[in-house]
């Protein structure tokens, strides 16, 4: 136990280490794979802060090496949601390397730690039009497979949905379209809104960071959603240091590499969809001339979700099909074809980075793309069956079948009419603010104060305070743990003080998981009381 002690704790000293080594080299990309910048939309006439690369190789293995000419390209975007691009190439058995390995052309979009002052929605939206333009042009015209993971799938989406929309298919991966979506007592996250009076908060924290979003806060809110998960985190390293600490260290570096976002953008997200919901009722505004309507969308659509997903629930990726479409029959009316599968247990993250799901769910995916494509116009679920997980492209690793759905089995229970309160509510709250206490804090917010409260925020702070650069006692921890490395003592599984141990995590896991759930009752409670019991319109 003291020896894992001593380990653990220099874990979370190379933690900190990693944390500012990677913002001392401008928090690059954390793609575990080699790619060159082909369009750098900072170039652009309205900037942004977005890029187009195209993967070159993997370790010594070039592109070329697999690539099947008769492919589409495959465009990944991963989401700017508080975290850096990375998580769709974190490793070989990832969308990307899978890609790869099927032998498609990829292309990524990464993006940059700093937004262009001013950058909004739409010069994003702008920019990734342009990129997938180029990606086209660069392959005889041939439309590019779209692959947008949580917040980059909902972009994608409204591309799609614009004026101009989308050619080739769109595979949007753990991504909301309907925000109001959840069910009561298990994503308290659609109800937070509520309870803070809706936008003036973002509005309040932006103008403290001096125009900028600091994603820190993003980060926080995604681990106080499921405290317990946090704790597993620590314990599951503390009980297995010698085998977690390279995987743990590697995934803390893309965690806690923390992004912004410019005021304009973060107001937006906020007004329009997690609080407005404007998008699945049609009335998300894309420019001066156009609204996003989710019934201009004709080219195949893949929503990949998973039921172990507490930030993007199926309610919330699924939940828009029959608002939008009133029937099967309007759907299949409309020419338009929608393929989902559903993961029964694996989490947000692991929908993108797991690479069990790449070898599996995203292979079949992109396998069976084009099978996708000549399905007559309606609503599908995909079923993998008989999985074997064999990764090698050469022999069979399962099979895929596509059973046609019904849209009406897709109703969710909902509670619109609260919910369009709380619009109401944090229009007029954001709108006082700005009038009052928001001219104050502009006025007073300089680039000194912003960065004091980044360097203070608790999401660095909790973490650099084991830095060997902030903390003496830190500089220790290294050559002991060095030396424990070097000669290492374990303690058999029969060790009394092993079983407590491990007991301990259970017992403290299941007091956090209690009291997580508490506090999501008190949510649900308090946002009956505000804006009106849960109920159908």
């Given amino acids: 136990m003291c020896e894992r002690t001593i380990l653990f704790w220099d874990a979370l000293r190379q933690r900190a280490d990693n944390m500012i080594a990677h913002e001392r080299a401008g928090k690059p990309p954390l793609l575990n794979f080699d790619y060159e910048i082909l369009v750098d939309a900072r170039q652009f006439e309205r900037p942004v802060n977005y890029a187009l690369a195209a993967i070159r190789k993997y370790g010594d293995k070039c592109i070329d090496d697999c690539l099947d000419p008769a492919k589409p390209p495959v465009v990944i975007v991963d989401p700017r949601a508080g975290h850096g691009p990375g998580i769709g190439g974190f490793k070989r058995d990832s969308e990307v390397g899978i890609a790869m390995h099927e032998g498609h052309p990829v292309y990524f979009v990464l993006f940059y730690p700093d937004p262009v002052p001013g950058q909004t929605i739409a010069d994003v939206l702008h920019a990734l039009r342009r990129f997938v333009m180029e990606v086209s042009r660069r392959h005889d015209g041939t439309p590019p497979i779209l692959y947008g993971n949580c917040q980059a799938g909902w972009a994608i989406a409204i591309l799609a949905a614009d004026c101009e929309g989308l050619a080739g298919p769109a595979v949007l991966n753990g991504s909301p379209l309907s925000y109001w979506g959840g069910e009561a007592g298990i994503n308290p996250a659609r109800v937070s809104g509520g309870l803070l009076g809706g936008a003036w908060l973002t509005h309040l924290t932006a103008d403290l960071g001096n125009g900028r979003f600091d994603g820190a806060w993003l980060v926080q809110n995604f681990e106080n959603l499921k405290p317990e998960a946090v704790w597993e985190k620590y314990a599951n390293l503390l009980a297995h240091i010698d085998e977690e600490r390279d995987r743990f260290l590697e995934f803390e570096r893309w965690w806690n590499g923390f992004y912004f976002l410019s005021r304009e953008e973060m107001l937006a997200i906020v007004e329009n969809l997690f609080i407005g919901n404007k998008f699945e009722q049609g009335l998300l505004r894309v420019c001066e001339c156009c609204f996003a309507d989710l019934r201009r969308i004709r080219n195949p659509m893949v929503i990949f979700a998973s039921r172990g997903d507490n930030i993007t629930p199926p309610h919330q990726a699924l939940g828009w099909i029959p608002t939008v479409y009133g029937s099967t029959e309007d759907l299949k009316r409309a020419g338009q074809r929608i393929v989902y599968l559903i993961n029964p247990h694996v989490g947000h993250l692991g929908i993108f980075v797991s690479a069990s799901v790449a070898r599996l769910e995203h292979r079949a995916i992109l396998e069976h793309l084009d099978g996708i494509s000549a399905l007559a116009p309606g609503l599908y679920e995909m079923k993998i069956d008989n999985p074997t997980g064999n990764s090698d492209c050469k022999r069979e690793a399962y099979t895929v079948h596509f059973e046609e759905r019904c849209v009406e089995e897709l ?36 680039p000194l104060s912003a960065l004091l409260l980044e360097w203070f925020h608790p999401m660095r702070t909790s973490r650099l305070m084991f830095a060997t650069a902030f903390n003496p006692l830190s500089s220790i921890l290294m050559p002991l743990a060095t030396s424990i490395r070097q000669d290492r003592h374990f303690a058999p599984d029969t060790n009394p003080y092993k079983a407590a141990e491990l007991k301990a995590f259970d017992t403290i896991g299941g007091a956090v998981t209690e009291a997580r759930r508490q506090r999501d009752t008190a949510y649900e409670l308090w946002f009956e009381l505000l804006y009106g019991r849960q109920k159908g319109d």
């Fill in 411 to 446: 109703r969710f229970p909902e509670n619109r009419t609260a919910f369009r309160r709380v619009a109401e509510v944090s229009s007029r709250l954001d709108e006082l603010y700005s009038a009052t206490l928001g001219n104050w804090v502009r006025a007073t917010s300089t």
